[in-house]
Protein backbone atom coordinates (compact mmCIF):
# COMPACT_ATOMS: atom_id res chain seq x y z
CA UNK A 1 0.00 0.00 0.00
CA UNK A 2 1.40 3.80 -0.53
CA UNK A 3 -0.86 6.61 1.27
CA UNK A 4 1.07 8.77 -0.69
CA UNK A 5 0.40 7.95 -3.93
CA UNK A 6 -3.01 8.17 -2.92
CA UNK A 7 -2.73 11.41 -1.87
CA UNK A 8 -1.02 12.10 -5.25
CA UNK A 9 -3.47 10.29 -7.31
CA UNK A 10 -6.17 12.90 -5.56
CA UNK A 11 -4.31 15.81 -5.98
CA UNK A 12 -3.21 15.12 -9.72
CA UNK A 13 -7.39 14.43 -10.16
CA UNK A 14 -8.49 17.78 -8.90
CA UNK A 15 -5.98 19.49 -11.36
CA UNK A 16 -6.72 17.46 -14.54
CA UNK A 17 -10.42 18.55 -13.18
CA UNK A 18 -9.43 22.07 -12.77
CA UNK A 19 -8.34 22.45 -16.57
CA UNK A 20 -11.60 20.62 -17.99
CA UNK A 21 -10.19 17.67 -18.73
CA UNK A 22 -13.45 15.02 -19.16
CA UNK A 23 -14.06 13.78 -15.86
CA UNK A 24 -14.26 9.99 -17.44
CA UNK A 25 -10.44 10.05 -19.12
CA UNK A 26 -9.47 11.75 -15.78
CA UNK A 27 -10.31 9.20 -13.45
CA UNK A 28 -9.03 6.99 -15.57
CA UNK A 29 -5.52 8.09 -16.65
CA UNK A 30 -5.20 8.90 -12.48
CA UNK A 31 -6.40 4.99 -11.76
CA UNK A 32 -4.10 3.68 -13.99
CA UNK A 33 -0.97 5.65 -13.64
CA UNK A 34 -1.45 4.82 -9.47
CA UNK A 35 -1.94 1.65 -10.24
CA UNK A 36 1.13 1.79 -12.66
CA UNK A 37 3.10 2.68 -9.57
CA UNK A 38 2.13 1.13 -6.86
CA UNK A 39 1.85 -2.40 -8.73
CA UNK A 40 3.15 -2.33 -12.12
CA UNK A 41 2.62 -2.19 -16.02
CA UNK A 42 0.91 -5.74 -16.02
CA UNK A 43 -1.59 -5.53 -12.74
CA UNK A 44 -2.35 -1.99 -14.55
CA UNK A 45 -3.68 -3.01 -17.67
CA UNK A 46 -5.38 -6.25 -16.33
CA UNK A 47 -7.49 -3.56 -14.45
CA UNK A 48 -7.70 -1.73 -17.40
CA UNK A 49 -8.51 -4.33 -19.39
CA UNK A 50 -11.17 -6.15 -17.40
CA UNK A 51 -12.86 -3.04 -15.08
CA UNK A 52 -14.91 -2.15 -18.42
CA UNK A 53 -16.97 -5.29 -18.95
CA UNK A 54 -17.07 -5.99 -15.06
CA UNK A 55 -19.02 -2.64 -14.95
CA UNK A 56 -21.15 -2.43 -17.80
CA UNK A 57 -21.95 -6.38 -17.74
CA UNK A 58 -23.74 -5.24 -13.96
CA UNK A 59 -27.54 -6.36 -14.75
CA UNK A 60 -28.98 -3.41 -13.05
CA UNK A 61 -27.11 -1.39 -15.48
CA UNK A 62 -29.88 -2.00 -18.05
CA UNK A 63 -31.96 -0.26 -16.20
CA UNK A 64 -29.92 2.77 -17.14
CA UNK A 65 -31.09 2.73 -21.23
CA UNK A 66 -34.46 1.71 -20.58
CA UNK A 67 -35.37 4.48 -18.01
CA UNK A 68 -33.72 7.18 -20.79
CA UNK A 69 -35.79 5.72 -23.20
CA UNK A 70 -38.56 6.14 -21.25
CA UNK A 71 -38.53 9.75 -20.81
CA UNK A 72 -36.65 10.71 -24.20
CA UNK A 73 -39.71 9.17 -25.70
CA UNK A 74 -42.43 11.17 -23.41
CA UNK A 75 -40.26 14.22 -23.43
CA UNK A 76 -40.43 14.46 -27.73
CA UNK A 77 -43.55 12.98 -28.49
CA UNK A 78 -45.31 15.38 -26.20
CA UNK A 79 -46.96 12.96 -23.96
CA UNK A 80 -46.04 15.08 -20.51
CA UNK A 81 -47.26 18.43 -21.78
CA UNK A 82 -50.32 17.59 -20.67
CA UNK A 83 -49.32 17.36 -17.28
CA UNK A 84 -48.97 21.40 -17.11
CA UNK A 85 -52.64 21.58 -17.92
CA UNK A 86 -53.97 19.47 -15.52
CA UNK A 87 -52.08 20.40 -12.95
CA UNK A 88 -53.42 24.17 -13.61
CA UNK A 89 -56.63 22.61 -14.26
CA UNK A 90 -56.95 21.92 -10.37
CA UNK A 91 -54.35 24.49 -9.07
CA UNK A 92 -54.51 27.65 -11.20
CA UNK A 93 -56.86 29.67 -8.43
CA UNK A 94 -54.26 29.55 -5.67
CA UNK A 95 -51.76 31.90 -5.31
CA UNK A 96 -49.06 31.75 -6.93
CA UNK A 97 -51.63 28.83 -8.36
CA UNK A 98 -49.52 28.98 -12.17
CA UNK A 99 -46.47 28.18 -10.26
CA UNK A 100 -47.36 25.73 -7.77
CA UNK A 101 -48.85 23.70 -10.80
CA UNK A 102 -45.58 24.15 -12.52
CA UNK A 103 -44.24 22.30 -9.76
CA UNK A 104 -46.80 19.36 -9.68
CA UNK A 105 -46.19 19.17 -13.39
CA UNK A 106 -42.50 18.95 -12.72
CA UNK A 107 -43.25 15.98 -9.94
CA UNK A 108 -45.29 14.54 -12.77
CA UNK A 109 -42.57 14.86 -15.18
CA UNK A 110 -40.17 13.29 -12.75
CA UNK A 111 -41.90 10.10 -12.64
CA UNK A 112 -41.00 9.46 -16.57
CA UNK A 113 -37.69 11.15 -17.31
CA UNK A 114 -35.41 10.84 -14.40
CA UNK A 115 -33.18 13.83 -14.94
CA UNK A 116 -33.35 16.95 -13.86
CA UNK A 117 -32.08 18.86 -17.31
CA UNK A 118 -34.77 17.30 -19.05
CA UNK A 119 -37.51 18.55 -16.57
CA UNK A 120 -36.32 21.95 -16.78
CA UNK A 121 -36.11 22.11 -20.48
CA UNK A 122 -39.86 20.38 -21.26
CA UNK A 123 -41.39 22.38 -18.52
CA UNK A 124 -39.60 25.79 -19.00
CA UNK A 125 -41.08 25.43 -22.88
CA UNK A 126 -44.71 25.31 -21.90
CA UNK A 127 -45.20 26.89 -18.42
CA UNK A 128 -42.71 29.57 -18.51
CA UNK A 129 -44.48 31.53 -21.48
CA UNK A 130 -47.73 31.04 -20.12
CA UNK A 131 -46.89 32.63 -16.37
CA UNK A 132 -45.63 35.49 -18.05
CA UNK A 133 -48.73 36.13 -20.09
CA UNK A 134 -50.64 35.70 -16.39
CA UNK A 135 -48.37 38.59 -14.73
CA UNK A 136 -46.11 37.09 -13.15
CA UNK A 137 -42.68 38.31 -12.72
CA UNK A 138 -40.29 36.66 -15.38
CA UNK A 139 -37.44 36.32 -12.92
CA UNK A 140 -39.64 34.50 -10.05
CA UNK A 141 -41.46 32.77 -13.25
CA UNK A 142 -38.09 31.10 -14.35
CA UNK A 143 -36.70 30.85 -11.31
CA UNK A 144 -39.63 28.34 -10.43
CA UNK A 145 -39.34 26.29 -13.24
CA UNK A 146 -35.22 25.96 -12.77
CA UNK A 147 -35.72 24.83 -9.20
CA UNK A 148 -38.83 22.10 -10.46
CA UNK A 149 -36.65 20.53 -12.52
CA UNK A 150 -34.55 19.30 -10.06
CA UNK A 151 -37.14 16.98 -8.51
CA UNK A 152 -36.47 14.71 -11.87
CA UNK A 153 -33.73 13.86 -9.68
CA UNK A 154 -35.14 12.54 -6.54
CA UNK A 155 -38.49 10.88 -7.53
CA UNK A 156 -37.83 7.54 -9.53
CA UNK A 157 -36.62 6.32 -11.81
CA UNK A 158 -33.52 8.57 -10.90
CA UNK A 159 -30.32 7.98 -13.66
CA UNK A 160 -28.48 9.19 -10.42
CA UNK A 161 -29.75 7.03 -7.65
CA UNK A 162 -29.19 3.97 -10.59
CA UNK A 163 -25.77 5.05 -10.80
CA UNK A 164 -25.38 5.04 -6.93
CA UNK A 165 -26.76 2.33 -6.10
CA UNK A 166 -24.04 0.30 -8.68
CA UNK A 167 -21.20 2.01 -7.25
CA UNK A 168 -22.09 1.67 -3.39
CA UNK A 169 -23.77 -2.12 -4.29
CA UNK A 170 -27.07 -0.95 -2.49
CA UNK A 171 -30.58 -1.36 -3.48
CA UNK A 172 -31.63 -0.03 -5.80
CA UNK A 173 -35.22 0.10 -5.04
CA UNK A 174 -34.67 1.32 -1.60
CA UNK A 175 -32.93 4.26 -2.79
CA UNK A 176 -36.19 5.12 -5.38
CA UNK A 177 -38.57 4.62 -2.46
CA UNK A 178 -35.93 7.26 -0.45
CA UNK A 179 -35.80 9.37 -2.75
CA UNK A 180 -40.03 9.57 -2.82
CA UNK A 181 -40.11 11.40 0.09
CA UNK A 182 -38.16 13.27 -0.06
CA UNK A 183 -38.55 14.24 -3.69
CA UNK A 184 -42.06 15.05 -2.40
CA UNK A 185 -41.11 17.27 0.74
CA UNK A 186 -39.15 19.34 -2.16
CA UNK A 187 -41.98 19.94 -4.23
CA UNK A 188 -43.98 20.90 -0.71
CA UNK A 189 -41.53 23.22 0.67
CA UNK A 190 -40.93 25.15 -3.15
CA UNK A 191 -44.93 25.68 -2.70
CA UNK A 192 -44.42 27.24 0.64
CA UNK A 193 -42.23 29.68 -1.09
CA UNK A 194 -44.36 30.28 -3.94
CA UNK A 195 -47.41 30.61 -1.38
CA UNK A 196 -45.40 32.82 1.02
CA UNK A 197 -44.39 35.49 -2.21
CA UNK A 198 -47.81 35.29 -3.52
CA UNK A 199 -49.55 36.03 -0.10
CA UNK A 200 -46.66 39.01 0.04
CA UNK A 201 -45.69 40.25 -3.19
CA UNK A 202 -49.50 39.62 -5.27
CA UNK A 203 -48.10 41.83 -7.80
CA UNK A 204 -45.19 39.96 -8.46
CA UNK A 205 -47.37 36.24 -8.43
CA UNK A 206 -51.33 37.24 -9.45
CA UNK A 207 -53.77 35.22 -8.66
CA UNK A 208 -55.97 33.16 -11.86
CA UNK A 209 -59.16 34.61 -11.99
CA UNK A 210 -60.94 31.54 -14.35
CA UNK A 211 -60.06 28.38 -15.45
CA UNK A 212 -61.44 26.86 -18.28
CA UNK A 213 -63.33 23.85 -16.71
CA UNK A 214 -63.79 22.44 -20.28
CA UNK A 215 -59.78 22.87 -21.16
CA UNK A 216 -59.32 20.78 -17.33
CA UNK A 217 -61.20 18.25 -18.90
CA UNK A 218 -59.54 17.63 -22.03
CA UNK A 219 -56.31 18.30 -20.19
CA UNK A 220 -57.19 15.72 -17.55
CA UNK A 221 -58.43 12.96 -20.21
CA UNK A 222 -55.42 13.30 -21.99
CA UNK A 223 -53.03 12.57 -19.27
CA UNK A 224 -54.17 10.34 -17.68
CA UNK A 225 -52.91 7.36 -20.06
CA UNK A 226 -50.09 8.53 -18.86
CA UNK A 227 -50.63 8.36 -15.09
CA UNK A 228 -51.98 5.00 -15.38
CA UNK A 229 -48.66 4.14 -17.05
CA UNK A 230 -46.51 5.51 -14.24
CA UNK A 231 -48.79 3.88 -11.63
CA UNK A 232 -48.30 0.06 -13.38
CA UNK A 233 -44.30 0.99 -12.99
CA UNK A 234 -43.62 1.75 -10.00
CA UNK A 235 -46.24 -0.18 -8.70
CA UNK A 236 -44.71 -3.34 -10.22
CA UNK A 237 -41.10 -2.16 -9.01
CA UNK A 238 -42.19 -1.30 -5.46
CA UNK A 239 -44.49 -4.48 -4.90
CA UNK A 240 -41.44 -7.01 -6.13
CA UNK A 241 -43.17 -7.64 -9.12
CA UNK A 242 -40.67 -6.23 -11.27
CA UNK A 243 -36.85 -5.55 -11.24
CA UNK A 244 -35.77 -1.80 -11.40
CA UNK A 245 -34.42 -3.33 -15.47
CA UNK A 246 -38.37 -5.16 -16.06
CA UNK A 247 -39.77 -1.80 -14.95
CA UNK A 248 -37.60 0.25 -17.41
CA UNK A 249 -38.47 -2.05 -19.65
CA UNK A 250 -41.75 -2.07 -19.37
CA UNK A 251 -42.22 2.06 -18.99
CA UNK A 252 -40.14 2.37 -22.37
CA UNK A 253 -42.39 -0.06 -23.97
CA UNK A 254 -45.52 1.38 -22.53
CA UNK A 255 -44.90 5.03 -23.56
CA UNK A 256 -43.78 3.83 -27.52
CA UNK A 257 -47.04 2.22 -27.24
CA UNK A 258 -48.60 4.89 -25.81
CA UNK A 259 -47.21 7.45 -28.61
CA UNK A 260 -47.91 5.58 -30.88
CA UNK A 261 -51.97 5.10 -30.25
CA UNK A 262 -51.91 8.81 -29.59
CA UNK A 263 -50.76 9.19 -32.97
CA UNK A 264 -47.18 11.04 -32.05
CA UNK A 265 -44.77 8.50 -32.80
CA UNK A 266 -43.05 9.01 -35.95
CA UNK A 267 -39.52 8.15 -37.54
CA UNK A 268 -37.68 11.48 -36.37
CA UNK A 269 -38.80 10.55 -32.39
CA UNK A 270 -38.30 7.02 -32.85
CA UNK A 271 -34.31 8.38 -34.15
CA UNK A 272 -34.03 10.64 -31.86
CA UNK A 273 -35.18 8.86 -29.20
CA UNK A 274 -32.62 5.78 -29.59
CA UNK A 275 -29.88 8.60 -30.68
CA UNK A 276 -29.84 10.33 -27.34
CA UNK A 277 -30.97 7.22 -25.22
CA UNK A 278 -27.37 5.45 -26.87
CA UNK A 279 -24.96 8.98 -26.35
CA UNK A 280 -26.15 9.53 -22.90
CA UNK A 281 -25.94 5.46 -21.35
CA UNK A 282 -22.37 5.71 -23.43
CA UNK A 283 -21.67 8.88 -21.46
CA UNK A 284 -22.50 7.83 -17.99
CA UNK A 285 -21.13 4.33 -18.71
CA UNK A 286 -17.47 5.49 -19.18
CA UNK A 287 -17.78 8.08 -16.36
CA UNK A 288 -19.00 5.03 -13.99
CA UNK A 289 -15.97 2.89 -15.39
CA UNK A 290 -13.59 5.48 -14.63
CA UNK A 291 -14.94 6.04 -10.62
CA UNK A 292 -14.63 1.82 -10.37
CA UNK A 293 -11.07 1.93 -11.55
CA UNK A 294 -10.78 5.39 -9.00
CA UNK A 295 -12.01 3.35 -6.42
CA UNK A 296 -10.05 0.39 -6.81
CA UNK A 297 -7.17 2.68 -6.87
CA UNK A 298 -7.88 4.66 -3.62
CA UNK A 299 -8.43 0.69 -1.52
CA UNK A 300 -4.80 -0.42 -2.74
CA UNK A 301 -3.16 2.47 -2.04
CA UNK A 302 -4.83 2.58 1.65
CA UNK A 303 -6.27 6.40 1.31
CA UNK A 304 -9.85 5.14 1.68
CA UNK A 305 -8.33 3.63 5.53
CA UNK A 306 -6.45 6.35 6.41
CA UNK A 307 -9.91 8.71 6.04
CA UNK A 308 -11.50 6.66 8.14
CA UNK A 309 -8.38 6.44 11.13
CA UNK A 310 -8.47 9.98 10.84
CA UNK A 311 -12.14 10.87 11.40
CA UNK A 312 -11.92 7.79 14.59
CA UNK A 313 -8.93 9.70 15.99
CA UNK A 314 -9.53 12.71 15.07
CA UNK A 315 -12.60 12.99 17.40
CA UNK A 316 -14.68 14.30 15.11
CA UNK A 317 -18.57 14.03 16.05
CA UNK A 318 -20.99 12.59 13.24
CA UNK A 319 -22.78 15.92 12.55
CA UNK A 320 -19.42 17.24 12.18
CA UNK A 321 -18.03 15.07 9.47
CA UNK A 322 -21.73 15.41 7.85
CA UNK A 323 -21.53 18.92 7.18
CA UNK A 324 -18.27 18.35 6.40
CA UNK A 325 -19.29 15.93 3.40
CA UNK A 326 -22.46 18.38 2.97
CA UNK A 327 -20.02 21.48 2.46
CA UNK A 328 -17.95 19.46 -0.13
CA UNK A 329 -21.16 18.50 -2.49
CA UNK A 330 -22.74 22.19 -2.49
CA UNK A 331 -18.85 23.77 -3.36
CA UNK A 332 -18.42 21.14 -5.96
CA UNK A 333 -21.86 21.54 -7.07
CA UNK A 334 -21.32 25.11 -8.44
CA UNK A 335 -18.49 24.12 -10.88
CA UNK A 336 -19.29 19.91 -11.53
CA UNK A 337 -21.88 18.50 -13.12
CA UNK A 338 -23.59 15.76 -10.76
CA UNK A 339 -22.41 12.52 -12.23
CA UNK A 340 -19.21 13.63 -12.12
CA UNK A 341 -19.21 15.16 -8.77
CA UNK A 342 -21.15 11.78 -7.58
CA UNK A 343 -18.64 9.47 -9.13
CA UNK A 344 -15.19 11.30 -7.82
CA UNK A 345 -16.18 11.72 -4.15
CA UNK A 346 -18.09 7.90 -3.71
CA UNK A 347 -14.82 6.20 -3.77
CA UNK A 348 -13.73 8.62 -0.64
CA UNK A 349 -17.03 8.80 1.01
CA UNK A 350 -18.70 5.40 0.90
CA UNK A 351 -15.94 4.00 3.58
CA UNK A 352 -16.31 6.62 5.56
CA UNK A 353 -19.69 6.04 5.85
CA UNK A 354 -19.85 2.12 6.11
CA UNK A 355 -17.30 2.83 8.98
CA UNK A 356 -19.93 5.21 10.75
CA UNK A 357 -22.83 2.68 10.59
CA UNK A 358 -25.10 4.71 8.52
CA UNK A 359 -27.25 3.70 5.87
CA UNK A 360 -26.07 3.77 2.46
CA UNK A 361 -29.65 4.35 1.53
CA UNK A 362 -30.32 7.63 3.78
CA UNK A 363 -26.82 8.67 2.14
CA UNK A 364 -27.27 7.93 -0.75
CA UNK A 365 -30.82 10.74 -1.02
CA UNK A 366 -28.87 12.87 0.75
CA UNK A 367 -25.86 12.99 -1.85
CA UNK A 368 -28.60 12.96 -4.60
CA UNK A 369 -30.08 15.56 -3.05
CA UNK A 370 -27.06 18.08 -2.58
CA UNK A 371 -26.17 17.56 -6.39
CA UNK A 372 -29.74 18.87 -6.90
CA UNK A 373 -29.43 21.56 -5.07
CA UNK A 374 -25.89 22.42 -7.03
CA UNK A 375 -28.03 22.88 -10.01
CA UNK A 376 -29.31 25.77 -9.11
CA UNK A 377 -26.63 27.35 -7.55
CA UNK A 378 -23.91 29.95 -9.52
CA UNK A 379 -22.14 30.34 -11.23
CA UNK A 380 -22.72 27.28 -12.96
CA UNK A 381 -26.27 26.14 -12.07
CA UNK A 382 -26.96 24.04 -15.27
CA UNK A 383 -30.62 24.38 -14.73
CA UNK A 384 -30.46 27.53 -14.23
CA UNK A 385 -28.58 27.65 -18.14
CA UNK A 386 -31.21 25.36 -19.46
CA UNK A 387 -34.23 27.54 -18.69
CA UNK A 388 -31.78 30.77 -20.17
CA UNK A 389 -31.78 28.60 -23.44
CA UNK A 390 -35.51 27.70 -23.32
CA UNK A 391 -36.83 31.53 -22.20
CA UNK A 392 -34.24 33.66 -23.70
CA UNK A 393 -36.81 36.10 -24.76
CA UNK A 394 -38.04 36.93 -21.03
CA UNK A 395 -34.84 36.35 -18.87
CA UNK A 396 -31.34 36.35 -18.42
CA UNK A 397 -29.05 34.42 -16.11
CA UNK A 398 -28.87 36.65 -13.91
CA UNK A 399 -32.84 36.84 -14.03
CA UNK A 400 -32.89 33.00 -13.10
CA UNK A 401 -30.58 33.09 -10.64
CA UNK A 402 -32.47 36.18 -8.39
CA UNK A 403 -35.31 34.27 -8.70
CA UNK A 404 -33.85 30.78 -7.77
CA UNK A 405 -32.73 31.94 -4.74
CA UNK A 406 -35.71 31.55 -2.25
CA UNK A 407 -36.04 27.82 -3.31
CA UNK A 408 -32.22 27.38 -2.75
CA UNK A 409 -33.37 28.54 0.98
CA UNK A 410 -36.15 25.66 0.99
CA UNK A 411 -33.17 23.20 -0.51
CA UNK A 412 -31.11 24.02 2.69
CA UNK A 413 -33.77 23.33 5.14
CA UNK A 414 -35.23 19.93 3.15
CA UNK A 415 -30.88 19.44 3.44
CA UNK A 416 -31.18 19.80 7.64
CA UNK A 417 -34.07 18.43 7.72
CA UNK A 418 -32.30 14.90 6.32
CA UNK A 419 -29.91 15.14 8.59
CA UNK A 420 -31.75 15.48 11.58
CA UNK A 421 -34.58 13.50 10.94
CA UNK A 422 -33.25 10.43 8.77
CA UNK A 423 -36.26 8.53 9.39
CA UNK A 424 -37.65 10.73 6.59
CA UNK A 425 -35.81 8.90 3.99
CA UNK A 426 -35.90 5.95 5.58
CA UNK A 427 -39.39 5.54 6.52
CA UNK A 428 -40.79 3.97 2.97
CA UNK A 429 -37.93 1.35 2.27
CA UNK A 430 -38.57 0.13 6.24
CA UNK A 431 -41.85 -0.10 5.40
CA UNK A 432 -41.82 -1.88 2.10
CA UNK A 433 -38.77 -4.31 3.55
CA UNK A 434 -41.11 -5.09 6.98
CA UNK A 435 -44.78 -5.77 4.37
CA UNK A 436 -42.56 -8.48 2.43
Known amino acids: MSVETGLWGIAILMGLLALRLPVALALIVVSFGGMWSMLGMTPAMGILANTPYSFA ?8 PMFLLMGFVA ?3 GLTAGL ?5 ALLARLPGGLAISSILACSGFAAVSGSSLANSAAMGRIAIPEMIKAGYKPSIAAGCIAAGGTIGALIPPSILMIIYGVIAETSIVQVFLGGIVIGLLTAVSYCIVILTIAWTRPDVLPRLSVVDRADARVALRQVA ?3 VLIVLVFGGL ?3 LFTATQAGAVGAFGTVVLAFVMGRLSRDVIRRSVSETVITTASLLIIGI ?6 RFLGVSGFSGLIASFVDDSGMSLMTVLLVIVCIY ?3 GTFMEPFGAMLVTLPIFLPLIEAQGLS ?3 FGVLVVKLLEVGMITPPVGMNVFVIKNVASRYVTVIDVFRGVTPFILADLVVVALILAVPGLVLFLPELMSQAR
Open 330 to 332: LIL
Open 75 to 77: YHT
Open 57 to 64: AKWTMSAV
Open 225 to 227: PLV
Open 84 to 88: FDAAK
Open 290 to 295: GATMFT
Open 360 to 362: LVW
Open 238 to 240: FSG
